[in-house]
């Protein structure tokens, strides 16, 4: 399978405690997404790499959250001291920089945080 | 402030009919996409429209742009059960997305 791939699925945690998920993205694609999706809503914009450069982060985003993407490659995307609020689905998605910039999206990581 | 808006949020049709589901977004963008969500899994990428008066087709969904009116269009011709789902539209780079579009089918 050459698609997006995230793992875990799914990721239960207590409130207080650090979480890391992970993301590989399509070989050749260049850029590297990560969103959040609550339940009837659409996916949130988080942050975004061009290869190893993280070159947006959402305003929204917290100082807990934190994300890499080491040798343009794979990225994690780490939350620090998770709160209830942070459970929700985490997208990651990938494209090839140029032309119709269209991202692939992975399956998802689902965080639930008691 | 880039907003995209839907409308409706909520759909239930019956099989054959037709209807169409709109996107507004209210500054400049260089293209505009529309993706697709079945309960429980990830995105689908359905079409990217990239300049004025773009028009794309795939089956019984078609897709159309006006960025004049920063206005996109999916319509859905002779609907059938198996269109059921989530569409949302999407606009810029960095993909700002609408709330989405919950389309339910009736047999």
């Known amino acids: 399978d050459t698609g997006v791939s995230q793992n875990p699925r799914h990721k239960i945690t207590k409130r207080g405690q650090n979480v890391t998920f992970r993301c590989d993205p399509i070989s050749e694609h260049n850029r590297l997404y990560w969103y959040r999706q609550t339940l009837g809503q659409g996916p949130e914009f988080l942050t975004y790499f061009q290869n190893e450069a993280q070159l947006e982060k959402s305003r929204l985003l917290s100082d807990r959250f934190s994300a890499e993407r080491p040798k343009g490659s794979f990225s994690t995307l780490e939350i620090q001291r998770t709160e209830q609020g942070d459970s929700a689905m985490y997208l990651c998605?990938?494209?090839?920089?140029?032309?119709?910039?269209?991202?692939?999206f992975g399956a998802g990581t689902r965080l639930s945080v008691l | 402030e880039l907003k995209v808006e839907q409308n409706p949020l909520f759909l239930s049709m019956q099989e054959g009919k037709n209807y169409t589901i709109y996107c507004n977004y209210s500054t400049t963008s260089d293209r505009l996409y529309w993706y697709r969500q079945d309960p429980g899994k990830s995105l689908e990428s359905l079409f990217v429209l990239l300049s004025n008066g773009a028009v794309k087709q795939e089956g019984r969904l078609m897709a159309s742009l006006d960025t004049k009116a920063r206005l996109s269009t999916l319509h859905i011709t002779a609907a059938v059960h198996d269109l059921s789902a989530t569409y949302f539209c999407?606009?810029?780079?960095?993909?700002?997305f609408g709330k989405g579009t919950r389309l339910h089918i009736l047999p």
């Open positions: 999407a606009v810029d780079d960095k993909i700002i």
């Open positions: 998605a990938s494209s090839l920089l140029g032309g119709k910039n269209i991202q692939y």
